[in-house]
């Protein structure tokens, strides 16, 4: 426990950027060095005071030599503690940025203990300062050394310790960072009367490697101004590859790739080298016909590739591959002659072939078959129908002359016969029998029905030779006549086969005439068909063929019995609604966990009791508010895990809460201590009053109740020992406003909506356990490494406490009026629905990369707006689905606001289908109370302009070009904007929407603006 009061009092006293920039170093970035004096043999820097009119011996050039390490360096050395008002000065040679954002120097150094100088020392001091100035040029004089000419980066102390006489050189090691706008930079090093060696300096900068990703080559790129600060850079394809989407890749602060998207994919002909990231050509015998990151394929069969890089290979001799084949097809031929052709049946009319398949199918199962007939009339049919392409190896020719020679070509096909030019064929001459005379009579009705027909027929009798052919099947073509009664339409026929001498036949329409003829089939063939009979089927009321009295008597009972069904149908609906009403008033009777409801979920239908609380089956249990408990250490001991202080390491301060400082940490993993991860601790100020201890351990009471991928998560307390911290999971990105200003227009419009779908999809966790947040903003949403974003600060979340109404009334206190749904600040009523106003207000905030709701609107014009109708116009290039979202959110009846279920489902499904967020939405109505956000007419300079547009960085840039009037200023175009240096594509949108307002105003003011 002392051990975590030290690493406290440490972590209070340590500072912040020395955090950022000695514990991250990267440890695969890559260093550009700029400046390193230990490979150096002189140093002859520029030093003050220096020469005869110097009052104390100041800082002196030397070697530092130790020759069991290997170190023989130049150093500068200075130890004027024996003097009063001691300022010694000595600063490095112009020192050119290059691309660099942010430049880092590593100091290594020695400090004499003052305690070796007992009674010489006047000012003895154990540190020195270190400061920088920029330049955009280089000079042949010295730069300037006052005080006010430079910018105090930090004063420098031994970290590691000192030395004396008796103890061997304990050297220091110190790294600093600055960001860089001009030129070069020089530094400085400031003596006030200390006792030091400087033995080494080294100025470098830090840059994302040169690397190639998805096939695309990414430069070395530089990392950015700040250490939060992401730099996209786009990737150009390897050579030999195609773009499929453009690569990006995303370079962090501590010079590491992270996030890559798009990329490329080698062309056909080229397979890719995933190690080497390069593509290369297909050997002889491989192809590859598309792009794409498959390997290069062997040739198929009975075809080559006798060169390098090959798309297809070629066909041997006497082969052919189809256009439509696939490329890795073998290469084929065409198919030989049909086999074995015969005819299976002939008659006066008909001729039945039939072959076999050809004995070589060129490798292709394709195989079609075509017949040609050299004497067949246009009347002749044939059974399949298409006679250019079929698959079967039958054929059935009809209608054909009786007594007549006809010769029949089977061809056999397939897909490459065309490229050959000519196709294998067998042929066959046949001959048609005679005409077989009609050989059925006496057809005749025998039953008819609504939709069947039942006919009969006499046997056939003797031929005119006095010999009687055997029958072998009747046949009953049946004709529907379409527009007038006695009406032949051969071609629609329906036919039959039987063997006996009577049919029925199914499946008739009622009411519809249809004609009737039999014929008989022989040995000799088929015989003429009979005569036509006709017969009318009868309505659908009609059964068995009777008169028209008994048809009518029919009719009538089938109404009567329709009449009876409509009936009962009618009796049982008011019985079952008079049921149901009776068991309703019984249930009112009841308490409500008596009566189970039927809900409808997720498209399922389930029952659900007063039990469920409302979680809509997402969670299993329902949030306990820890003000009812009496004691607040007994709410903490039962959702929170206490952690011994032992193994908490605090490293330094990154921010302040509303209770102490927020510190960044380590925590080792039980059971055996060795295992550590990062995380974010919260302390309590010492001798905090008891409700801020109660307040501290009510917030940690909160969050350990909470398990969710979009939610912070609470790895527990230190309460026993002081200081009493909190642990949560370390969030690298820290908070979503600040991260998102960082990197404004570096993300794609998907990435953002992912982010609003992790923050939905935890707020929707919350819900589902009857929580309200109340604070729901963009500052009080955690990034990590990864981009995830979860819901943090609970400090002003209460639990629903109505049930039915879901509202809470709050107990005082201030409210985040930008935030926070009419209803809630006009009656201090919350919700889950005024959560969900909440989150619209997120989502602008994310679509504006972290633009203050409101601008710098006052809070009473606010609420007035809002009150009036006015909402939030949609940010700049803002999906029109998104902003949808948010107006839904803004409705001003919070029963007509979607939840935080719909809002995920909602953004899944924009996720899913990208193509709905490419239309841009446009913004709608202005404010009613009528003033914009800034007003261009009171603005009088350029400088003005830019800060009221938050754009100040740029000042200088536009001094240099010469645009010092806001007249100068409405005519900047884009391509000046970038050759002022301005290329983030977010800021240029910003400057240039604000160019296109300061024209429109200028030219609607007659005396136009203060020049």
Known sequence: MAGAGLFFSTCVTAHILLLLLFNQRPTFAEQVVLLDTTTEESLEWT????????????????????FDKGINWRSYVVCDVAYNNVNNWLWTPFIERGPANRMYIEIKFTTRDCSLFPGNALSCKETFSLLYYEFDAATKEPPPWEPDSYKLIGRIAAGEGRFNTNTEVIINTEVKSIPVTKKGVYFAFRDQGACISILAIKVYYISCPEVSVNFAHFPKTPTGREVALIEQAKGTCVAHAVKIEQPTFLCKGDGKWYLPAGGCHCKPGFQ??????????????????????NQCEPCPAHSKAPDYGFTECRCDSGYYRAPDDPKKMPCTQPPSAPQNLTVNFVDQSTVILSWNSPHLLGGRLDTTYRVVCDSCSSGVKYIPTNTETFNDTKITITDLNAVTTYRFQVFAENGVSQLVGKSEYVDITVTTEASVPNLVSNVRITSVKSTELSISWDAPVADIAGDSDLVERYEEPLFLVRCYPHTNDASNATVIETSDLSATIKGLKPGTEYAFQVRAKTTRGWGEYTPVVYKKTPHAMGLDYVGDEDNMQVRIIAGAIVAVVVLLVIIIIMTVLFLRSRASDECNKKQPSDCDTLEYRNGEVGVAGAGAGGAGGA??????????????????????REIDAGYITIEAIIGGGEFGDVCRGKLKLP????????????????????KARNDFLTEASIMGQFEHPNVIFLQGVVTKSNPVMIITEFMENGSLDTFLRANDGKFQVLQLVGMLRGIASGMQY???MNYVHRDLAARNVLVNAALVCKIADFGLSREIESATEGAYTTRGGKIPVRWTAPEAIAFRKFTSASDVWSMGIVCWEVMSYGERPYWNWSNQDVIKSIEKGYRLPAPMDCPEAIYQLMLDCWQKERTHRPTFANLTQTLDKLIRSPDTLRKIAQN???????????DLTQLTSVNEWLSSIKMSRYAESFERA?????????????????????????????????????RAQMSATSQGFLV
């Open 619 to 640: 969670s299993s249990r329902s949030y306990v508010d820890p003000h009812t408990y009496e004691d607040p250490n007994q709410a903490v001991r039962e959702f929170a």
């Open 47 to 66: 030093r003050y005071p220096y020469g005869p009119q110097a009052s104390t011996p100041g800082w002196v050039e030397e070697s530092f030599t130790n």
């Open 962 to 998: 010469g645009v010092t009037t806001l007249e100068a200023a409405a005519r900047v175009t884009v391509q000046e904007l970038t050759a002022l240096g301005i290329t983030l594509v977010g800021h240029q949108k910003k400057i240039m929407n604000s160019v296109t307002a300061l």
């Open 671 to 690: 059971p055996d201590g060795r295992s550590e991860i990062d995380v974010a601790i919260k302390t309590l100020k010492p001798g905090s009053a008891d």
């Open 766 to 768: 919350l819900a589902e």
């Open 924 to 934: 709608r109505g202005t404010n009613p109370l009528a003033p914009d956000a800034v």
């Open 272 to 293: 890719a080298d995933s190690e080497k990231q390069q593509c290369n050509q297909c050997p002889i015998g491989r192809f590859k016909h598309e792009p794409g990151s």
